[in-house]
């Protein structure tokens, strides 16, 4: 059954998501053709500046990504509210941070000024902007389509860049979470475009590592975003127990998968009530065995509910990777 998204994301609440966009052409999006023999690295640049950037200007969380060749996998976790109370003066400021006036293809800062002050002096352009800068759709909208721009000039063609909306699950629960985060991380290993964490490059574990690097005292801290909002859910994990977790978890094999990177579980599942198979199951199924949502057996039945169904895709998988199944 196909749900309104508005059904999916609460656009009063918010919450944590995973949205995946993917390209229409045959033409990679990123890294090399092998049909063309053209190379389209630097667009991953594109891609994750622009993800980076975005977080700081709407009300959101960036806590993963990874920029593949054909598609584009983000975590996040939205939040309206923090939006309905920022100032006119700041919702304009974030606006034309977004869309600024630009001269010989830079902003131009007098032009810009101006702009935010015209915005601010009309009421109800401001609470539409207001109400964008807290909307998971204007976010992806605001990632795709100058990066489709930008493709579309550099290839010499016109028309979709992007396969229809993005794909959107939401994650209804901690272990949802974490459990999708690693799975966004792994990307590059178990596609075999890497061989370890630190050389997944346009990821939020290779960002995370290179964050660790020069700041240790981090590792201690509780797991937070990447980029965004500074009042954003931490998680409970350390962001070293998330990095051991991830490693340890890119050493499972995949069965289909090329790449992996063999192992003792780590304690930080224990942490989380977990055993290393259910982990296994629920992380390895993000896109497979769920679909609009992901979590718990709880978690899921209490959506299921919320949108008037008995069930949604998934949660016989959570039951069974609970209770000892496949």
């Given at each position: 059954?196909?749900?309104?998204?508005?059904?999916?994301?609460?656009?009063?609440?918010?919450?944590?998501?995973?949205?995946?966009?993917?390209?229409v052409?045959r033409?990679?999006l990123c890294g090399e053709?092998a049909?063309?023999?053209?190379?389209?690295?630097?667009?991953?640049?594109?891609?994750?500046?622009?993800?980076?950037?975005?977080?700081?200007?709407?009300?959101v969380?960036?806590?993963?990504?990874?920029?593949?060749s054909?598609?584009?996998?983000?975590?996040?976790y939205?939040?309206?509210?923090?939006?309905?109370?920022?100032?006119?003066?700041e919702?304009?400021?974030?606006?034309?941070?977004?869309?600024?006036?630009?001269?010989?293809?830079?902003?131009d800062?007098?032009?810009?000024?101006e702009k935010?002050q015209r915005?601010q002096?009309?009421?109800?352009?401001?609470?539409?902007?207001?109400g964008?800068?807290?909307?998971?759709?204007?976010f992806?909208?605001?990632?795709?389509e100058?990066?489709?721009?930008?493709?579309?000039?550099?290839d010499?063609?016109?028309?979709?860049?992007?396969?229809?909306?993005?794909?959107?699950?939401?994650?209804l629960?901690e272990?949802a979470v974490?459990a999708?985060?690693a799975?966004v991380?792994?990307?590059?290993?178990r596609?075999?475009?890497?061989?370890?964490?630190?050389?997944s490059?346009?990821?939020?574990i290779?960002?995370?590592?290179?964050?660790?690097?020069?700041?240790?005292?981090?590792?201690?801290e509780?797991l937070?975003?990447?980029?965004?909002m500074?009042l954003?859910p931490?998680?409970s994990l350390?962001?070293?127990?998330?990095?051991?977790?991830?490693?340890?978890s890119?050493?499972?094999?995949?069965?289909?998968?090329?790449g992996?990177?063999?192992?003792?579980?780590?304690?930080?599942?224990?942490?989380?009530?977990l055993h290393g198979?259910?982990?296994?199951?629920?992380?390895?199924g993000?896109?497979?065995?769920?679909?609009?949502?992901?979590?718990?057996?709880?978690s899921?039945?209490a959506k299921?509910?919320?949108?008037?169904?008995r069930?949604?895709?998934?949660?016989?998988?959570?039951?069974?990777?609970?209770y000892?199944?496949?």
């Amino acid at each position: 059954m196909t749900y309104p998204r508005h059904q999916i994301v609460d656009p009063a609440s918010g919450g944590f998501f995973h949205c995946v966009s993917r390209c229409v052409r045959r033409a990679f999006l990123c890294g090399e053709d092998a049909y063309s023999g053209r190379s389209y690295e630097h667009r991953k640049t594109w891609v994750e500046e622009r993800l980076l950037s975005l977080a700081d200007c709407f009300a959101v969380g960036l806590y993963a990504y990874a920029v593949m060749s054909n598609h584009v996998h983000v975590v996040l976790y939205v939040d309206p509210q923090v939006a309905s109370d920022w100032s006119d003066e700041e919702v304009a400021e974030r606006w034309v941070r977004l869309f600024p006036v630009c001269v010989d293809e830079s902003p131009d800062e007098r032009l810009c000024q101006e702009k935010a002050q015209r915005l601010q002096g009309d009421p109800e352009r401001m609470e539409e902007l207001r109400g964008r800068l807290g909307d998971l759709s204007w976010f992806m909208r605001c990632l795709n389509e100058p990066i489709a721009r930008q493709a579309n000039r550099e290839d010499g063609c016109t028309g979709r860049f992007w396969e229809g909306r993005f794909k959107c699950q939401a994650l209804l629960d901690e272990q949802a979470v974490l459990a999708c985060m690693a799975y966004v991380d792994l990307n590059p290993i178990r596609a075999g475009m890497a061989n370890d964490l630190a050389a997944s490059e346009h990821t939020s574990i290779c960002h995370r590592l290179q964050g660790a690097e020069t700041r240790t005292a981090s590792l201690g801290e509780a797991l937070r975003p990447l980029a965004g909002m500074l009042l954003a859910p931490a998680l409970s994990l350390r962001t070293l127990d998330y990095l051991e977790l991830v490693d340890w978890s890119g050493r499972v094999v995949r069965e289909g998968k090329r790449g992996s990177i063999a192992a003792a579980v780590p304690s930080v599942l224990a942490q989380l009530g977990l055993h290393g198979r259910q982990w296994q199951s629920q992380m390895l199924g993000i896109e497979s065995r769920y679909w609009r949502a992901v979590g718990t057996v709880e978690s899921l039945m209490a959506k299921a509910r919320a949108l008037g169904q008995r069930w949604l895709k998934g949660a016989g998988s959570a039951r069974r990777s609970v209770y000892g199944g496949g």
